[in-house]
């Protein structure tokens, strides 16, 4: 059965998809709406990756007419997936950058972030070992030291037993 309003009918997909589009990365919860104002700023953020180039020339090596690019600028309309991944391909932003604001924004930046490699786990043992001789250190230099000079020393210290030093 069709809708009794059209408009409301082109409206309903939307705001289905604003409100129920959750993938934020920085909050602990499994589903959590994107901010309004990210999305918002799309334009924005197209704009910035489109640089000095013409709107006509851009639109033409995306695949899309200048018409829709212009929509998408204004704020008319915002893309779909198979425009999103063309304006990736073409600028080496991210999708999630370009839609959110979200870092990393460029797949160069990611790349780099995925292929950082974990720092080894800490050793309990040898952690105990540093925090006992920073605080003899502590203890024999006769004077009071901040927070941030017992991490230090404590840190050296680790280093060191890591190495095989002490």
């Not at 198979?82 to 604001?101: F, H, M, N, P, Q």
């Not at 160069?108 to 050793?123: F, G, K, S, V, Y």
């Amino acid at each position: 059965m069709p809708p009794e309003n059209a408009h409301q009918a082109r409206e309903a997909p939307v705001a289905y998809h604003i409100e129920r589009n959750r993938n934020r990365s920085d909050f602990d919860a499994p589903t959590v709406p994107i901010p309004g104002e990210e999305s918002e700023r799309f334009a924005l953020r197209l704009n910035e990756v489109i640089g000095d180039e013409q709107h006509r020339a851009f639109a033409r090596r995306i695949n899309i007419s200048e018409g829709v690019l212009r929509a998408y600028l204004s704020g008319k309309s915002l893309p779909g997936m198979a425009a999103l991944a063309a304006i990736s391909e073409a600028t080496g932003v991210t999708i999630d950058w370009l839609v959110t604001g979200r870092l990393p924004k460029s797949r160069a930046e990611l790349r780099h972030c995925t292929n950082t490699p974990a720092p080894p786990p800490l050793d309990a043992s040898r952690l105990r070992q540093a925090l006992a001789l920073a605080e003899v250190a502590a203890t024999s230099l006769g004077q009071p030291l901040s927070a941030d000079q017992r991490a230090d020393m404590a840190l050296a210290f680790y280093q060191r037993l890591h190495k095989g030093e002490a």
